[in-house]
Nanobody, 121 residues
Framework: QVQLVESGGGLVQTGASLRLSCAAS????????MGWFRQAPGKEREFVAA?????TYYADSVKGRFTISRDNAGTMYLQMSSLNPEDTAVYSC?????????????????WGQGTQVTVSS
């Protein structure tokens, strides 16, 4: 089993930056793909970014503003800059292994509880 715990969310103003963290524990996940997804009220969960090995992937809506990374201890980060109200959502991290997983939430086996990010205008 893998446990994921997010932190770093909060309330910020438009244009601000935040860094989310996702701490992993349990089974070693060095070979897992890890991703960030977000869900705004009344909307479906959407892909934000993912990292597998040293390769990163981003949704078009965050490309150039968000940066995903992970360290050797298994913690994943999402550095978010130039935030705008459309980025307001609950952000969840996920981990999984397999093909064609990157932006497919149904293919991730493990999920964190989520952290709220609210961007005020």
């Amino acid at each position: 089993q893998v446990q994921l715990v997010e932190s770093g969310g909060g309330l910020v103003q438009t244009g601000a930056s935040l860094r989310l963290s996702c701490a992993a524990s349990g089974r070693a996940i060095s070979g897992y793909t890890m991703g960030w997804f977000r869900q705004a009220p009344g909307k479906e969960r959407e892909f934000v970014a993912a990292i597998t090995g040293s390769t990163t992937y981003y949704a078009d809506s965050v490309k150039g503003r968000f940066t995903i990374s992970r360290d050797n201890a298994g913690t994943m980060y999402l550095q978010m800059s130039s935030l705008n109200p459309e980025d307001t959502a609950v952000y969840s991290c996920a981990a999984g292994i397999g093909l064609y997983i990157i932006n497919r939430p149904d293919r991730y086996a493990y999920w964190g509880q989520g952290t709220q990010v609210t961007v005020s205008s």
